[in-house]
């Protein structure tokens, strides 16, 4: 038995030997970062961001690869399944990573089992909008107006699934209100573009999606879905100043990477995302775009956050009792 022990405590100092110079070599090839949505939207609006900074610290190319469809679970089996070598990272939300389990739950790819979460990097606040021919310029007017016109008007989301989707239910719940819900192949992209075009009436996606069309006057922004105003947007309320304090939700973006991915090279990537989000045009280009910038005092830390928004969202989904067959 004490040859046996001696013989595994040898073997796990080699195992950690390897992973310590694997992690002082690393990186020595460029790094791929899976977003598992389209351009356009605020997983890759926040990619773009960071990507330059990250080249720059990490000493190697970042290249940005989007990996979209079937509501994100495409790119998250892509990089779950890629090799655990510090190669492949993958920036995944609330959506991908804390909703879909619950959504999808045969998918064979678990985020709580399969990745190691390294950071918060922000969180992109919701915006309840609407297109402007909609006579309503508060939560409240829209409520009345819509009250007087049960099932005659439509909202958009991306997918069954979505936050978007989830969130727009349990307001209409709680409003007493009802709108058909029209889903589309995106939400920044397709769902934004309904509002603009007129096709719905109102949508739930995120303040970075809206702020070019609000200045423009083609579309309006009723409410931030945040716990306070958005700088970008300071004129417009919270949805708990109007009257649903459960509703300050937004996007949340994380990285990750496969599990498995040693220790070391765990701790330089997260050091190089805490040093990233807090470069100062890194967060100058982040807020003028709606998002701000949040980070877990560890690995760890976002761990117990993760687990936290699963089991939330896992409430939510069966409460609103929605389903991914579901319109």
């Not at 290249?63 to 399944?81: F, H, K, P, Q, T």
């Not at 769902?191 to 702020?211: D, H, K, R, W």
């Not at 982040?286 to 936290?308: C, H, I, Q, R, Y």
Request: no cysteine; hydrophobic share 45%.
């Amino acid at each position: 038995m004490r040859r046996f022990l001696q013989h595994v405590l040898l073997a796990a100092a080699g195992v950690a030997a390897v992973a310590a110079a694997h992690a002082q070599s690393y990186p020595a090839r460029p790094i791929r970062m899976i977003v598992p949505f389209n351009p356009g939207g605020a997983s890759d609006f926040v990619a773009r961001i960071i990507q330059p900074k990250m080249t720059e610290l990490l000493g190697q190319q970042v290249v940005v690869d989007n990996r979209a469809g079937a509501s994100g679970n495409l790119g998250v089996e892509i990089a779950a399944r890629a090799a655990p070598d510090g190669y492949t990272l993958f920036l995944g939300n609330v959506g991908t990573t804390a909703i879909n389990p619950s959504i999808f739950p045969k998918f064979p790819i678990r985020p709580l089992r399969d990745f190691i979460g390294l950071t918060l990097l922000v969180d992109v606040p919701g915006a309840f909008a609407t297109h402007p021919s909609v006579p309503a310029s508060t939560v409240k007017e829209f409520i009345d107006y819509t009250r007087s016109r049960p099932g005659q008007l439509n909202y958009g989301s991306s997918g069954a699934g979505a936050a978007q989707r989830l969130a727009f239910e349990f307001f209409m719940n709680k409003a007493g209100i009802k709108l058909v819900h029209i889903p589309y192949k995106g939400g920044a992209g397709a769902a934004t573009a309904a509002v603009l075009a007129g096709e719905v009436a109102a949508t739930m996606v995120t303040v970075a999606s809206f702020i070019p069309y609000v200045k423009t006057g083609r579309a309006k922004v009723l409410a931030v879905m945040a716990s306070r105003r958005s700088p970008a947007l300071p004129q417009v309320p919270t949805m708990a100043e109007s009257g649903f304090p459960e509703l300050t939700l937004g996007s949340w973006q994380a990285m990750y990477v496969p599990r498995g991915t040693p220790r070391p090279i765990v701790d330089r990537l997260y050091a190089v995302m805490i040093r990233t989000v807090g470069d100062a045009e890194v967060v100058r280009r982040l807020t003028a775009g709606g998002a701000e910038v949040v980070t877990s005092k560890s690995p760890e830390d976002f761990a117990v956050f993760l687990k936290d928004q699963n089991e939330f969202w896992a409430k939510i989904v069966k409460d609103v009792g929605a389903t991914a067959e579901q319109q």
